[in-house]
């Protein structure tokens, strides 16, 4: 979900409607068809809302008239705060921010106690252009990467994946996907391709294939021969 500040200009106050301590995060959404400026958001997704914003008077509706962009807040089930030892012990879903962060106009964002540890970090130090500029005129030697910096950088990795493989299981979780029919939907789709790839070719060994098999009747005898 892109961030821009001017989605969140005209809020007012956030409103919590649950006891914000008792969550290391919440997922933070934007929802563009809210239908007013202040009171509850309605939430029909998974989980459940606890907390929403609200808009000051003269928030104008969006591109329809009578609906207007408010952000909600809300956890799903098997969020840390339901689940302390499930898939999210020791990270965040792409959604979740620290609920202390979030202000009116102000984004929630990811802290150490929404991760639940450490947040990862490049392994890798920013190097200045001055020194970009030298490397590209001098070839430096490859040096060979200490085991400390290979530990960081397999650390890193393994957290990418882990973020990435959370997130999807989140969308499945969201979704309602049946793994036979998304197969048979990927295989027929590929088999269309290639029907439409090699359409002249079959059509071609068909009309061969049935002009072998067909043999024209016996003609009689003329009368001449008779």
Not at 7 to 29: A, G, K, N, P
Not at 108 to 127: F, H, Y
Not at 159 to 186: C, I, N, R
Request: charged letters at 30%.
């Amino acid at each position: 979900m892109s961030k821009d500040p001017a989605d969140l200009q005209y809020e007012e106050r956030i409103v919590w409607t649950e006891d914000i301590d008792r969550f290391d995060y919440v997922r933070e959404s934007l929802t563009t068809d809210a239908g007013t400026r202040a009171r509850p958001v309605s939430w029909h997704g998974a989980g459940r809302r606890v907390g929403y914003s609200t808009l000051k008077r003269d928030a104008p509706s969006n591109d329809v008239a009578g609906r207007f962009t408010r952000r909600i807040f809300w956890i799903k089930e098997h969020d840390r705060s339901e689940r302390p030892d499930g898939v999210y012990k020791d990270a965040t879903p792409s959604e979740g921010v620290d609920p202390r962060t979030v202000a009116p106009g102000v984004w929630g964002e990811v802290t150490e106690r929404a991760w639940g540890g450490p947040l990862p970090v490049p392994s890798d130090t920013p190097i200045s252009a001055t020194q970009q500029e030298a490397k590209g005129h001098v070839r430096q030697p490859e040096q060979p990467r200490s085991s400390q910096s290979a530990a960081a950088s397999f650390k890193e990795t393994r957290a990418v994946e882990q973020g990435v493989t959370k997130a999807f299981a989140d969308w499945l979780y969201l979704h309602e996907v049946s793994v036979p029919e998304t197969v048979g939907a990927a295989v027929g789709e590929e088999f269309k391709r290639w029907l439409w790839a090699n359409n002249e070719e079959l059509i071609a060994a068909i009309a061969n294939a049935v002009a072998r098999q067909t043999t024209l009747p016996e003609q009689p005898p003329s009368t001449d021969e008779q």
